[in-house]
């Protein structure tokens, strides 16, 4: 593993940036930690662009068996070092060491994912038309078609989740496993975590014999280096997790380019729970207690925390609020990631009390040391809601918005005008769900995943998970930034007409050396032809 110094990685070389120079602060206690980081120079992000370039085609001919073997690779790697990587990301993020340790296991967890995807290989969905010289009017070509990788693609490290959607997190991952080269831009408050994850790449790139440009990592601020990166000609795709203000900054730049690429970008989600009279009056103490555990699970800054609660009027649901109200004066504040976070939930908050007919339920109470977050829950009534389009507006942390609704009617109306979020929830007992079937149509139709029964926070990693919903939760609703799927968005399309065998992707070729399962004249077959 390379020894930090402060400087970004540029394949196998380092940069040798004077400036400008940033530190890492611990947010728990607001000191300065130690070693300087310095910001990429342009002709940093050109060299890390030229090499990813270079990289390219041999990336994309390498097998599955290759890919996985550099997955698996990375994977062990993280795992021993994984003491070292906790030391640093608990001093620059405050995070307590089980959820950093339990953040790396996720991380060490998707690697394996997609290392057993390519491997196996059936993912690149090989499709194969045969020839049929005889079809009238016309005679039918051979044709064939498969996935390949886009490119270089850019991955945006996340501020909340300084392991799994980070150096080495699900985008990084999805891309290696697609074949694409991948320039990571750090994030600003955790370089020491990120210089050391890249450490760990490099030495697997360098273990596996891929060309150099497979990995970079660049430091400095994504307003400036990451600009710069996002409109290199080189780049075929970007992977960003963030806020919707950075999120549609990099949006800008890309369909700008004289060749727009896309931008797969997490930004905002208030992933609203509907809760039900039956779930309400058999057991409304319970909901209230885990209501408030994911509001305020990592201090509420996580992704998929329920921003949104929307009732219809009765004395269960009266009696529920009243209880969770109690909970959240009582709640314990939090240290939240960034200085500069804390002072966006603090506006957030100061924001949505000032709302005509907005009024704050609960606060816990506040030590006034720097950095933490106070749990807050905020009630309306559904034609304010529907009528205050800020109201939709994600708080990032521990911040909740009960929504009234005075019946069912109403509560349709404002669950049709939600905007897109990750999740949506429903709590019911089965006469409720069955009372209310049309409620699972109208959340479909505005997130990626429902739950039932259950609270959003906590994201399961696997093939069939959805991390994704419509704008402005992801910037494509059609794709998932976690789980096997994620593969598919750095990858496109190819068909080969009327190819010899000899020159066809060994996945097409008439032998199936690989085994696959290929659709071949519209029927599934892992048969040779």
């Known amino acids: 593993m390379s020894s930090p110094s402060g400087q970004s990685f540029l394949g196998f070389s380092r940069s040798q940036s004077t400036g400008p120079v940033q530190r890492c602060v611990n947010p728990a206690t607001s000191v300065e930690l130690a070693g300087d980081f310095f910001q990429a120079t342009e002709a940093d992000v050109l060299k890390a662009a030229t090499l990813a370039a270079a990289a390219a085609p041999s990336l994309s001919a390498l097998s599955g068996k290759l890919k996985a073997q550099f997955l698996r690779d990375i994977a062990t790697r993280i795992e021993a070092a994984t003491p070292t990587l906790v030391a640093r990301a608990t001093q620059e ?88 080269p991948v320039i990571v831009m750090a994030h600003h408050a955790h370089c020491g975590t990120a210089e050391i994850m890249g450490g760990l790449i490099v030495d697997a790139v360098r273990a596996c014999n891929l060309p150099e440009g497979t990995f970079s990592l660049l430091i400095g601020q994504g307003r400036v280096v990451g600009q710069q990166l996002a409109k290199h000609p080189a780049l075929r795709a970007i992977g960003f997790t963030g806020s919707r203000l950075g999120g549609r900054a990099l949006m800008d730049t890309a369909a700008a380019r004289p060749s727009p690429i896309p931008v797969y970008a997490e930004m905002s989600s208030v992933n609203p729970v509907v809760l039900l009279q039956g779930a309400l009056a058999a057991r409304g103490e319970g909901l209230a207690t885990g209501m408030l555990g994911s509001c305020t699970l990592g201090v509420g800054q996580f992704c998929t925390q329920p921003g949104l609660l929307i009732l219809e009027r009765s004395a269960e649901a009266e009696a529920f609020v009243a209880r969770l109200s109690t909970l959240f004066a009582e709640a314990a504040e939090g240290v939240m990631l960034t200085s500069g976070i804390h002072h966006a939930y603090v506006n957030g908050l100061v924001a949505r009390a000032a709302q005509k007919n ?62 897109g979020s990750l999740t949506a929830t429903i709590h019911g007992t089965d006469e409720d769900l069955n009372k209310n079937k049309e409620l699972v149509v109208q959340l479909e139709a505005i997130a990626g995943r429902l739950v039932i029964n259950g609270f959003p926070t906590g994201v399961e990693v696997s093939h069939a998970i959805v991390h994704g919903g419509p704008y402005p939760s992801l910037s494509d ?29 060994a996945e097409l070729q008439n032998a199936n050396p690989l085994g696959l399962s290929r659709l071949v004249n519209g029927n599934r077959s892992d048969a040779a032809l």
């Not at 009238?136 to 078609?145: M, T, V």
């Not at 096997?484 to 990858?491: E, K, P, V």
């Open 93 to 180: 993020t405050g995070l307590p060491e089980a959820r950093c340790q339990g953040e790396i296991g996720r991380t060490i967890g998707q690697l394996r994912l997609f290392a057993d995807l390519v491997d196996k290989g059936d993912w690149i969905d090989a499709r194969i038309e045969t020839a049929n010289p005889e079809r009238k009017p016309l005679p039918k070509p051979d044709h064939r078609s498969m996935l390949r990788p886009l490119g270089p693609v850019a991955v945006f490290c996340a501020s909340n989740f300084p392991f799994a959607y980070s150096v080495a997190g699900g985008d990084t991952a999805s891309a290696f496993a697609a074949g694409c």
């Open 358 to 419: 907005v009024r704050v339920l609960a606060q816990a109470k506040s030590s006034g040391d720097a950095n933490r977050a106070t749990p807050t829950l905020f009630a309306t009534e559904a034609a304010v809601f529907l009528a205050n389009d800020s109201l939709q507006e994600e708080i990032f942390g521990p911040s909740s918005l009960v929504v009234w609704c005075a019946h069912r009617e109403e509560r349709d109306r404002v669950v049709t005008a939600l905007h």
């Open 477 to 505: 609703g059609r794709s998932t930034s976690v789980g096997s799927n994620a593969i598919y968005r750095f990858t496109r399309l190819v068909c080969y007409q009327n190819f010899p065998d000899a020159q066809l992707p």
